[in-house]
């Protein structure tokens, strides 16, 4: 009997695990590596929708390795950009170059010259879109290093408002927290930052380290309600969420309403306090 029990245990474990990889991949296929002549680096193609007599628009799905990018170009009747992972750098003729990421919709307009590509540390995937009777994409000169290396103006292609520059960090965070990315959460952190825990509070230092050493592992956070309000230099942020966590190893998800202070010194916003307060889901709420 414990024999059977065992099995049993470990193919369940097999299969959620294979479902929780299934999850995080990509629906798209990468498809064929394409050869180095109109970019920079690692680019994989698949077409996913020829043109035909009744529907014009081609569609084909573009992922490109960190580093890599296209060379400047343009397309006589336009592209839409639909990122679906990762990180990546968007750039038209004359203007600064921008931050894109997964979720992001991006509309190159007809005949203005742009470059579009992976950041120098995340890789990036979209699906594009284009109207075939147009005309082919032109393809121009070879973006430089300078041009690529240059810091972009900033962190979402979307902000416009105090607002929305707020709702878009707080999504860059969750997204870094996900990726472990340490390091740029302590930019983000302010120096005298309190994080409140269900566990406990502690300042930037212990929770840098804590999402590096992956003790606490922000493994998703869908967001379902978000707002702000904006006093002077200080931004508070409620975001209503359901976190999937790994905590001591455990994976757990709980309904929280987060609360996220920002202060804007010297034109830069910075967090100066997270706190999660757990929500009682229907069950509990009973008892």
Same mark, same amino acid.
């Given at each position: 009997?414990?024999q059977?029990?065992?099995?049993t245990?470990?193919?369940f474990?097999f299969?959620t695990?294979?479902?929780a990889s299934a999850?995080?991949t990509?629906f798209?296929?990468?498809?064929?590596k394409?050869?180095?002549?109109h970019h920079?680096?690692?680019v %994989?193609l698949?077409?996913?929708?020829?043109?035909d007599?009744?529907?014009?628009?081609?569609?084909?799905f573009a992922?490109?390795?960190?580093?890599a990018r296209?060379? %400047?170009?343009?397309h006589?009747?336009?592209?839409?950009?639909?990122?679906?992972?990762?990180?990546?750098?968007?750039?038209?003729k004359?203007?600064?170059?921008?931050?894109i990421?997964?979720?992001?919709v991006i509309?190159c307009q007809?005949d203005?010259e742009?470059?579009?590509?992976?950041?120098p540390?995340?890789?990036v995937?979209?699906?594009a879109?284009s109207?075939?009777?147009k005309?082919?994409?032109i %393809?121009?000169q070879?973006?430089?290093?300078?041009?690529y290396s240059?810091?972009?103006?900033?962190t979402?292609?979307?902000?416009?408002?105090a607002e929305?520059?707020?709702i878009?960090?707080s999504?860059?965070? %969750?997204?870094?927290?996900?990726?472990?990315?340490?390091?740029?959460?302590?930019?983000l952190?302010?120096?005298?930052s309190v994080?409140?825990?269900?566990?406990?509070s502690?300042?930037k230092?212990?929770?840098?380290?804590i999402?590096?050493?992956g003790g606490?592992h922000?493994?998703k956070?869908?967001?379902e309600e978000?707002?702000v309000?904006?006093i002077?230099?200080?931004a508070?942020l409620?975001?209503k969420?359901?976190l999937?966590?790994?905590?001591g190893g455990?994976?757990?998800?709980?309904?929280?309403m987060v609360t996220?202070v920002?202060?804007?010194?010297n034109?830069k916003w910075?967090l100066?306090?997270l706190?999660?307060?757990k929500?009682?889901t229907?069950?509990?709420?009973?008892h």
């Amino acid at each position: 009997m414990k024999q059977v029990l065992h099995f049993t245990i470990v193919t369940f474990a097999f299969f959620t695990t294979q479902l929780a990889s299934a999850q995080e991949t990509s629906f798209f296929l990468k498809g064929e590596k394409s050869p180095n002549i109109h970019h920079i680096g690692d680019v %994989w193609l698949k077409e996913l929708s020829g043109a035909d007599s009744v529907f014009n628009n081609s569609i084909a799905f573009a992922t490109f390795a960190s580093g890599a990018r296209l060379h %400047w170009h343009k397309h006589p009747g336009g592209q839409i950009l639909m990122i679906t992972e990762g990180e990546g750098y968007y750039q038209e003729k004359g203007k600064p170059k921008q931050t894109i990421h997964k979720g992001e919709v991006i509309k190159c307009q007809p005949d203005v010259e742009h470059w579009h590509g992976a950041t120098p540390t995340s890789s990036v995937s979209y699906i594009a879109s284009s109207p075939a009777q147009k005309g082919k994409t032109i %393809w121009l000169q070879q973006v430089t290093d300078e041009e690529y290396s240059k810091s972009p103006i900033n962190t979402t292609i979307k902000s416009t408002t105090a607002e929305q520059e707020i709702i878009n960090l707080s999504k860059d965070k %969750w997204r870094w927290m996900s990726e472990k990315k340490a390091d740029t959460l302590a930019m983000l952190f302010n120096e005298k930052s309190v994080f409140v825990h269900m566990g406990g509070s502690w300042g930037k230092e212990q929770e840098v380290n804590i999402i590096k050493s992956g003790g606490i592992h922000y493994k998703k956070a869908d967001i379902e309600e978000v707002s702000v309000h904006i006093i002077g230099n200080t931004a508070i942020l409620l975001n209503k969420i359901t976190l999937l966590a790994v905590v001591g190893g455990n994976e757990v998800t709980n309904p929280f309403m987060v609360t996220e202070v920002y202060v804007n010194e010297n034109g830069k916003w910075t967090l100066g306090s997270l706190s999660f307060t757990k929500l009682l889901t229907p069950a509990e709420m009973k008892h």
